[in-house]
T-cell receptor
Framework: DAGITQSPRHKVTETGTPVTLRCHQT?????MYWYRQDPGHGLRLIHY???????DKGEVSDGYSVSRSKTEDFLLTLESATSSQTSVYFC?????????FGPGTRLTVT | AQTVTQSQPEMSVQEAETVTLSCTYD???????LFWYKQPPSRQMILVIR??????QNATENRFSVNFQKAAKSFSLKISDSQLGDAAMYFC????????????FGQGTRLTINP
């Protein structure tokens, strides 16, 4: 298995609070991604990074920000969580031929 | 924009039988990758099979094979000799070959295996 971990694995938070999810890799991959998974939508890209301090938006980026200060860490921040951000969040790393996914974080916003 | 469509929200098959999951996609690119991912109840995303668009030969991985029809933009997954462990959500996905290589996923098909 690719060395990719996510923390926390589960989180319940209240509307309006900030939340940060962490993705950590030990594979030294240049590209890292954040996806969210919702019923009926598959996985959708939130943000991605193509190097330290280099990030770009995906198709569902509103309400999210990211940071990458080190190759191994990619942080996803919900500045002010809303109920619509209740979802399962996956981090991924990879090459064009294959992406490896972390175990996912289930986030519930009440 | 590239899109991926899985028109079968749910499928079921008898154990040891064969089942085919459908996927269509839309792109103006000539070179790209297509994937099938499996997501069991553990939630882990597992790569099942990959097809490179420039290759005419259909990819196979043991009991899993694809029918890649580039002109029709169709990419179906055939599972032979279905096993109880094959029960999962299956996602079709598209990726560019250059640049950020981000994946575009279909909506998923839930596969049930009947003993």
């Amino acid at each position: 298995d690719a060395g990719i971990t996510q923390s926390p694995r589960h989180k319940v938070t209240e509307t309006g609070t900030p939340v940060t999810l962490r993705c950590h890799q030990t594979e030294n991959h240049r590209y890292m991604y954040w996806y969210r998974q919702d019923p009926g939508h598959g996985l959708r890209l939130i943000h991605y990074s193509y190097g330290v301090k280099d990030t770009d938006k995906g198709e569902v980026s509103d309400g999210y920000s990211v940071s990458r200060s080190k190759t191994e860490d990619f942080l996803l921040t919900l500045e002010s969580a809303t109920s619509s951000q209740t979802s399962v969040y996956f981090c991924a790393i990879g090459t064009p031929r294959e992406q490896y996914f972390g175990p996912g974080t289930r986030l519930t916003v009440t | 924009a590239q899109t991926v469509t899985q028109s079968q929200p749910e499928m079921s098959v008898q154990e040891a039988e064969t089942v085919t999951l459908s996927c269509t996609y839309d792109t103006s690119e000539s070179d790209y990758y297509l994937f099938w991912y499996k997501q069991p109840p553990s939630r882990q995303m597992i790569l099942v099979i990959r097809q490179e668009a420039y290759k005419q030969q259909n990819a196979t991985e043991n009991r899993f094979s694809v029918n890649f029809q580039k002109a029709a933009k169709s990419f179906s997954l055939k599972i032979s000799d279905s096993q109880l462990g094959d029960a999962a959500m299956y996602f079709c996905a598209y990726s560019w070959t250059q640049g950020a290589q981000k994946l575009v996923f279909g909506q998923g098909t839930r596969l049930t295996i009947n003993p």
